[in-house]
C-alpha cells in the first residue's frame, strides 16, 4: 500500500492566517493526489484534485501544489468556517486507495 | 446534482454480515462511473473499502477481500456492500462515495453516511 504522512496532526493558527499542511507519500504518485476537508460529523468534501486543481465552488484561498512524494495545501488567510480536519489521499494505486491520517486545523 | 444516501442495519452482531445500500438520485448509475465504498474509524482513520462499475466489474481493497461483496442494480439505482464475518474492528462510520475519472479520481460526493457498530 501507499503511505500517506501529513504533517502537522494538529495545527493552531488565527482568522487572517496562512497555513501549510503537507503529505508526503511513500513512493512517487505523480500528481495523483486530492486534499478533503471534513467537519465534525460530516462527510469529507473534495478541495484539491489532481494536486493543483481547485474544485468546483471550493474558495481560491485555497491551494495546492506538488509532485512526486511531497504535497502541500495552502489556505491563504483562514476564515472562520476553515477550521476543520483536512486529510490527502492518493488515486495512483487503486489497490488500494489511500488517505492520510489528518490534520486537524483548530482556532488559536 | 447528484445524491447519495446510505441506508441499512445500525448494530451488526459479531460473525455476521453487515450490509448497506447506498441509493443514488440525480444521476443514473447506468450512465457510468465508478461508486464506492469508503469507512472511518478513529482507530483506523479513512479506509477506501473498494468500488464497483456500472458493468458490475469490482475492485477490492486487498486487506478485505474475501469478506467483500460490492454489487450494483442499475434497476434500482443503487449499489451495496455486504461485508461478513464482523467483528469489533469492522465498527465505523460507512460512506458510500461516486468516483471520478481514472485519470483524476475523486470522491465526490460522498453520502452522509451511516455509523455501524459490530457488538452482541
Known amino acids: 500500500d501507499i503511505q500517506l504522512t501529513q504533517s502537522p496532526s494538529s495545527l493552531s493558527a488565527s482568522i487572517g492566517d496562512r497555513v501549510t499542511i503537507t503529505c508526503r507519500a511513500s513512493?512517487?504518485?505523480?500528481?495523483?493526489l486530492n486534499w478533503y476537508q471534513q467537519k465534525p460529523g460530516k462527510a469529507p468534501k473534495v478541495l484539491i484534485h489532481?494536486?493543483?486543481n481547485l474544485h468546483s465552488g471550493v474558495p481560491s484561498r485555497f491551494s495546492g501544489s506538488g509532485s512526486g512524494t511531497d504535497f502541500t495545501l495552502t489556505i491563504n488567510s483562514l476564515e472562520p468556517e476553515d477550521f476543520a480536519t483536512y486529510f490527502c489521499?492518493?488515486?495512483?494505486?487503486?489497490?488500494?486507495?489511500?488517505f492520510g491520517q489528518g490534520t486537524k486545523l483548530e482556532i488559536k | 446534482q447528484v445524491h447519495l444516501q446510505e441506508s441499512g442495519p445500525g448494530l451488526v452482531k459479531p460473525s455476521e454480515t453487515l450490509s448497506l445500500s447506498c441509493s443514488v438520485s440525480?444521476?443514473?448509475?447506468?450512465?457510468?462511473?465508478?461508486w464506492g465504498w469508503i469507512r472511518q474509524s478513529p482507530e483506523k482513520g479513512l479506509e477506501w473499502i473498494g468500488n464497483?462499475?456500472?458493468?458490475?466489474?469490482?475492485v477490492y481493497n486487498p486487506s478485505l477481500r474475501g469478506r467483500i461483496t460490492i454489487s450494483v442494480d442499475t434497476s434500482t439505482n443503487q449499489f451495496s456492500l455486504a461485508l461478513k464475518s464482523v467483528t469489533a474492528a469492522d465498527t465505523a462510520v460507512y460512506f458510500c462515495?461516486?468516483?471520478?475519472?481514472?485519470?483524476?479520481?475523486?470522491?465526490?460526493?460522498w453520502g452522509p453516511g451511516t455509523l455501524v457498530t459490530v457488538s452482541s
Open positions: 489521499q492518493q488515486f495512483y494505486s487503486p489497490s488500494p486507495y489511500t
Open positions: 440525480g444521476y443514473s448509475i447506468s450512465s457510468g462511473s465508478y
Open positions: 513512493q512517487s504518485i505523480g500528481d495523483y
Open positions: 489532481a494536486a493543483s
Open positions: 464497483v462499475f456500472q458493468s458490475g466489474s469490482t
Open positions: 462515495v461516486k468516483e471520478g475519472a481514472v485519470v483524476d479520481n475523486y470522491f465526490d460526493p
